[in-house]
């Protein structure tokens, strides 16, 4: 065999067995990144259904509250339109006067 092949084979090996290596790496930080980032979502969805657990009950609260403002401010709304308009009032003023 030419001494010449001989080194082009090996190089060509090396340069094999490297490339090897690196897909190696590769798969193996690509399988990590595939876990943290499973991990990162589990996270976050464990902490938006403990936050939402945890706050359930003053949540409830606010928002009984909240409604029971409406219903306050609906019951002022009907009571400021229960009130006279201005032609009633114009009209006891002209029975009023001589």
Do not use: C
Not at 24 to 35: E, L, P, T, V
Not at 79 to 96: A, M, Y
Request: net charge positive.
């Amino acid at each position: 065999m030419d001494p010449e092949l001989k080194t082009l084979i090996k190089e060509n090996l090396a340069l094999a067995r490297e490339t090897n290596e690196l897909v190696h790496k590769m798969h193996s930080a690509q399988k990590w990144a595939r876990f943290l980032r499973l991990l990162y979502w589990l996270v976050l969805i464990g902490i938006s259904v403990g936050a939402f657990y945890y706050l359930s009950g003053p949540l409830q609260t606010l928002i009984d509250t909240y409604r029971g403002l409406l219903g306050g401010f609906e019951k002022a709304q009907q009571g400021v339109s229960s009130f006279p308009d201005t032609s009633t009032f114009q009209n006891l003023l002209d029975k009023v006067r001589p």
